[in-house]
């Protein structure tokens, strides 16, 4: 029982480490680099309190390094979707009861150690497994992650306060129940933070929750997995299992408690899951929550009154910083007639500096891309300009993956505004570059709003004000993550709420209010302190 309201105030977002040459924490980096590949690990799944090995067991490599085995998963089955059901839904009761203080210090403590015993070791596990170099590892796995448990515990205080009006003679209030079932957490192979933001703000609002990531996130998964259960997490509340999508779905879609699905991944699979819960939507007892965030065609419109260094600065940061693989990383640009040619320069120039390589190499701004699959999809978009009669390739287009899965930063220029890598997601380092007459900024305006189906990131690079207004309106529906003058990657967590919308998501806004909105289901109650005795109301009554 809590005596006293107690609060989390708004907290500050954790402090980027930068791992400059003889830094300490370069130092510190390098250290659990060096212990986490001197162990295989075994990884299992967390079902309830079981850990849980199968016969079905398959080898994690770094993607920059093929040859090297850093440990292995247990794939499971159907019977462990069941399971893992069973545990969540055993767990419910008792974690929906506990005091909101003691839910909430759990997450508290999970950020406290993953900012302190856990930093190095999450760092280097996404640095190894999803082959991120040390900032773009320190900026996701260490600070996003951390600043999700820290600030949705204050979000979620502050939800808890809204409470509506009470006249005289009454109490109204409205409680937030978490959601009657379990949710199901997808997450995708891109970020260690979503992987465990997606499960951890549906548990925090005190549901039970099944969490399967990408097979290519488990490693780093599985140490947030460690640092929950060591904050304290009760057994059962986040079960933490490896199945092929299908058959997560087909068993976790057709079960009457299912509440909800936090997902984050592409568009296709989303569509299939909103379809396949419509067909079962008789089944539930409960409509579910559907929360999906999905892929982008993210777009870097510069006008002729821009700054070129600032354009092509966003578009090398907002186009390649982890190979391209952020849902909102530069994808399409356009660029005025005017400046086209100084700005294709400069990039060309620039990307002649940067080297592509090993994140264990600290000099590598460019490293591999996550698998085979990812690898000969995104060389399939290079080949395929490289035989377009309307493209062609001016930077990088080469690749070899003879050791790990390196693709050069690549920019195609074309002739063609639907040409198709100007509006279907490729998610590598590749950009394509779509020249506009400079007179022509609204005309320019309508392409980048028409040409895609998604509408999650995009930037505006200029310095004429109305040119900015004018952009900021009529693309108001193009990207739910606008930014001016920047590039249109690194939202940070209660700073630049993110999410998308058209055929990018449900935007539900992760790391915001209204995204934990979505994991509570109010209840109102109304209590009279002196009751009616009977049912006449004066107007009943003869003149
Ligand atoms: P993906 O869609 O291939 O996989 C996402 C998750 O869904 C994985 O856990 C995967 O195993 C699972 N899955 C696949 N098929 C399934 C099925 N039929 N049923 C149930 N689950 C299934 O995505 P990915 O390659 O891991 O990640 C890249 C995609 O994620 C890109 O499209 C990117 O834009 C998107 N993304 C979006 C955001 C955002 O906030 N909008 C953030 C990160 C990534």
Redesign the pocket.
Known sequence: MSLGTFSYPLPTNEPIQQYAPNSPEKAALQAAIKQLKSTEIDIPQYIGSQQVFTANKIAIHPPHEKSFTLGHFYEGGEEHVHQAIDAALAAKSTWASLSWENRAHIFLKAADLLATKYRYQIVAATMLGQGKNAYQAEIDAACELIDFLRFNVHYLSQIYQQQPLSPAGMHNRLEWRPLEGFVLA??????TA?GGNLPASAALCGNVVVW?????QIYSANVFMQVLKEAGLPDGVINLIYVD??V??KVCFTNPTFAGVH????????N??WKSIGENIHRYKSYPRIVG????KDFVLVHKSADVDVAVTALIRGAFEYQG???SAASRAYLPSNLAEAIKEKLISTLATITTGTPEDFSNFVNAVIDER?YTKIVGYIEAARKATDATIIAGGTYDDSVGYFIQPTVIATTNPHFTTMWE?I?GPVLTLYVYEAEEFEAAIELVDTTSPYA?TGAIIAQDRVALELATRLLSNAAGNFYVNDKPTGAVVGQQP???ARG??TNDK?GSMLNLFRWLSARTIKEVYVPVTHYAYPFLSKD
């Open positions: 997808v997450s995708p192979f891109n970020f979503i399967k990531p990408a097979y290519t999508g299908p997560l779905g997902f984050t991944g592409s568009t296709a699979v989303f299939t899951m965030e999905t892929g982008g693989q952020k849902c990812a997601e998610f999650l993110f999410g998308g990018s998501g992760a």
